[in-house]
């Protein structure tokens, strides 16, 4: 159980362009679901949380009008790379919590290429 | 905010134990603690977690002092396929600032 599916695994765009990410909880209902940027050997950084039907949470240093966050289900929240530029190249996971106590459960991340 | 540290890295043989200590000195009453394994380009894998004590599942146990100012992830007999990074998260039931740590890289050795 508490399977986290990440679409699309991998994708390359060209400068200037948008790129959705989705993320959706098969088997639960997530009222929290995190999205994390992940550089190459470094660990995971939290970009935001979102919760469902409200606005998302970004942390500091982190453009909310650059990374749109749209949780609009207890299944599904999407994160949109808007006017991607080559700095934005980089390893976005999502994962989502089923209640507040229960672990956090990760998406297999989406390998992002901005040319 | 629960700060986590771990070491960097560490190399095991195939078939040893290891066990892997994060310090947490300033955990919140409330706070529990988890424990991911990340192979590369994947999401992390949820392995354990615990509030006090000792949880032991199918593939990990997890050691908590009384203080609960650190905690051992212990991974009984290795193999080659438990090399990934294994990370410890601290935060409180509902806590939306999962902040994770450097993270300690697991190497085994045939």
């Known amino acids: 159980g508490a399977v986290v599916s990440q679409h699309p695994s991998r994708v390359i765009c060209k400068s200037g362009t948008s790129v959705k990410i989705e993320c959706r909880s098969l088997d639960f209902q997530a009222t929290t679901m995190f999205w994390y940027r992940q550089f190459p050997k470094k660990s995971l950084m939290l970009m935001a949380t979102s919760n469902e039907g409200s606005k998302a949470t970004y942390e500091q240093g982190v453009e909310k009008d650059k990374f749109l966050i749209n949780h609009a289900s207890l299944t599904l929240s999407t994160l949109t790379v808007t006017s991607a530029h080559p700095e934005d190249s980089s390893f976005y996971i999502c994962?989502?919590?089923?209640?507040?106590?229960?672990?956090?459960?990760f998406g297999n991340g989406t390998r992002l290429t901005v040319t | 905010l629960a700060k986590t540290t771990q070491p960097i890295s560490m190399d095991s043989y195939e078939g040893q134990e290891v066990n892997i200590t994060c310090s947490h000195n300033?955990?919140?009453?409330?706070?529990?603690i988890t424990w991911y394994q990340q192979f590369p380009s994947q999401g992390p894998r949820f392995i354990i977690q615990?509030?006090?004590t000792k949880v032991t599942n199918e593939v990990a146990s997890l050691f908590i002092p009384a203080d609960r100012k650190s905690s051992t992830l212990s991974l009984p007999r290795v193999s080659l396929s438990d090399t990934a990074v294994y990370y410890c998260l601290v935060g409180g039931a509902g806590a939306n600032n999962l902040f994770f740590g450097t993270g300690t890289r697991l190497t085994v050795i045939p």
């Open positions: 300033n955990i919140a009453t409330n706070d529990y």
């Open positions: 615990g509030y006090k």
């Open positions: 994962s989502a919590r089923e209640t507040d106590d229960s672990p956090l459960h």
